[in-house]
């Protein structure tokens, strides 16, 4: 788990592979779907 204020650009190398690999063990397929890239944490506390 990494800290909310860790700029995203850093992270998701890391973990996306990891999501892939979580899915691929349990049979998840993303074929089709879409990806948002928002942190939904976008407040003045966090810029």
Avoid at 1 to 17: E, G, W
Avoid at 32 to 38: I, M
Wanted: aromatic share 10%.
């Amino acid at each position: 788990m990494k800290p909310v204020n860790v700029h995203d650009t850093t992270i998701l190398p890391d973990a996306f592979s990891d999501i892939i690999t979580f899915s691929k063990r349990i049979g998840m397929d993303f074929f089709g779907s879409a990806l948002t890239l928002d942190s939904a944490f976008d407040s003045k506390a966090n810029h």
